[in-house]
């Protein structure tokens, strides 16, 4: 009767060989859908037959998209699925919200042949992040954790921002475009920047919550990645100074952002795990063999 119990609990513990092979999908998506708009985007908007303008706007939607697929690619190598719930709960926000903005760009007619791939992965990985939360629900979270103090006002800023620079881009690019020099052309990546904003947006809310300390690591690193890249990247914009106040914006609080991930990482690797929590996921392991 014990070992039964035993097994079940080590079930919603660990990631099975076949659940990270559902994860490299959208982890290689991230990291595709990341690095080429961010870095080459004028080859990414030729190759998904899009304008070939406002290439800010695609860098954003990179960064912002690049921070799930660099997390994601590190999560598969973990045994334990509480380090990978935040983020598969980021995708499945992301996710959700992209299917809006694919439905609303082929209602804009303003949808190439790479919107329908894109709602099709999308599709794709509302089902897979679904059925990795679901059944890994009921996970043990011995080593609970609530933030306080300035980490929670932090919070609550970052995803206040994530959540307006999330919801603005995505259901009101009418009034967002004409505050900068964008063209209104770039409107469906401008959405997916939005839907890749409130997967982050939702893992601050998550935060807030409570986790377990083992969640933190992944969770920071998938924030640095993000901040640090859009914050980076937005330097020669700003000099630069042909793009209205949206630099001056994501520079500061992008590299503000960034500081705060890495000391929160930093904690989360000095922080020693209780022995009896360090131990559970080796017992549970050994229970399923």
Not at 68 to 81: D, E, M, P, R, S
Not at 235 to 245: E, H, S, T
Not at 263 to 287: C, D, G, N, T, W
Request: net charge positive; with cysteine.
């Amino acid at each position: 009767m014990n070992t039964t119990s035993t097994t079940v609990v080590s079930t919603k513990a660990l990631l099975s060989g076949w659940e990270r092979a559902l994860l490299l999908l959208p982890a290689l998506a991230g990291l595709f859908f990341g690095f080429a708009p961010l870095f080459f985007p004028v080859m990414f908007a030729n190759l998904i037959q899009f304008p070939a303008e406002s290439l800010y706007v695609y860098q954003l939607a990179g960064a912002a998209t690049l921070g799930y697929g660099v997390t994601l690619c590190i999560g598969l190598f973990q045994k334990a699925w509480l380090p990978l719930r935040l983020p598969v709960a980021g995708v499945l926000v992301f996710n959700l919200a992209s299917l809006y903005a694919c439905a609303a760009s082929i209602y804009d007619h303003q949808a190439p042949f790479s919107v329908f791939v894109v709602l099709c992965t999308s599709v794709l990985f509302v089902v897979i992040t679904s059925l990795l939360l679901i059944r890994h629900r009921s996970a043990p979270r011995p080593d609970f954790y609530r933030p306080s103090g300035l980490l929670r006002v932090g919070l609550i800023i970052g995803g206040l921002s994530a959540a307006i620079f999330g919801l603005v881009p995505l259901v009101l690019p009418g009034p967002f475009f004409p505050l900068f020099p964008f063209q209104m052309g770039v409107t469906g990546i401008a959405r997916q920047a939005g839907a890749a904003c409130l997967g982050y947006a939702a893992l601050s809310l998550l935060v807030q919550q409570g986790i377990d300390r083992r969640e933190i690591p992944l969770s920071a690193i998938m924030a640095a990645v993000f901040n640090g890249c859009s914050g980076l990247m937005s330097i020669p914009y700003l000099l630069a100074g042909k793009i209205f106040l949206l630099p001056w914006i994501i520079v500061p609080v992008g590299l503000a952002a960034l500081v705060i991930s890495l000391f929160i990482l930093r904690s989360a690797f000095l922080y020693k795990v209780p022995a009896q929590v360090a131990a559970a996921p080796a017992e549970q392991l050994h229970s399923l063999t």
